[in-house]
């Protein structure tokens, strides 16, 4: 009877300990935050981002049009620059030019020989633009011309050429000698800026005073 009563204690004892036994659980909890380390707001116990990262604002300028446009810009500072859209010419300077023609004088005057009587002519590729009346007697430079001046440029992509001549007409007689040119196109000084333009070949050198407008 003993060992009957001790056999049924032992399987209750063993079957309430099977109840009692706790499944192992999953104790992984998921932190939702930004994971970016290089945002304001990282949070490095996050486990799941959720879109929430924070940068610092990257000011500068936002406008694809500007020279100085910045792509990795978040907040625009008003900062863009722009190339210039035209360009006003206000007057010429001639600092050298041949004062001889190949040694000879150039003109001829009626009291024996004279220096040059200087005029320019402003052309657009071969068009003429317009010219000047002459500078009379001219024996040394620089000498300057605003005769109308000032003159808007608005194809910035055009050669332009300034030519010098010695002015031989008399009431409509004589021929003018060309004196020589200077060529430009006003792009290739753009990025420079400044107010004067030096062009220049083997015996004319030229200073164009000019203002670049936006």
């Known amino acids: 009877m003993k060992k009957i009563l001790y056999i049924l204690t032992l399987s209750t004892l063993i079957f309430a300990c099977k109840k009692e036994e706790v499944k192992p659980t999953n104790t992984t909890t998921t932190v939702e935050g930004c994971m970016d380390i290089n945002a304001l707001n990282y949070n490095p116990d996050a486990t799941e981002d959720d879109g929430s990262c924070q940068y610092a604002a990257v000011e500068g300028c936002m406008d694809t049009l500007a020279i100085n446009y910045n792509p990795e810009a978040t907040e625009d500072d008003g900062s863009c ?114 107010s004067g333009i030096n062009i220049s070949n083997s015996e004319i050198d030229l200073t164009l005073a000019v203002e670049w407008i936006q």
Not at 115 to 133: C, H, M, Q, R, T
Request: charged content about 15%.
């Open 81 to 194: 620059e722009y190339l210039p859209t035209e360009l006003k010419l206000s007057s010429i300077t001639i600092n050298s030019m041949p004062l001889t023609n190949n040694g000879a004088n150039w003109d001829a005057g009626v009291f024996g020989l004279e220096n040059p009587d200087v005029f320019y002519v402003l052309k657009a590729g071969s068009d003429e633009i317009f010219s000047s009346s002459s500078q009379d007697n001219i024996d040394a430079c620089p000498i300057s011309f605003t005769e109308n001046l000032p003159y808007t440029i608005s194809d910035l992509t055009q050669e332009y050429t300034i030519e010098l001549w010695d002015n031989d007409q008399i009431a409509g007689i004589g021929t003018n000698e060309l004196m020589g040119s200077c060529s430009f196109t006003p792009n290739d000084y753009i990025t420079a800026g400044g």
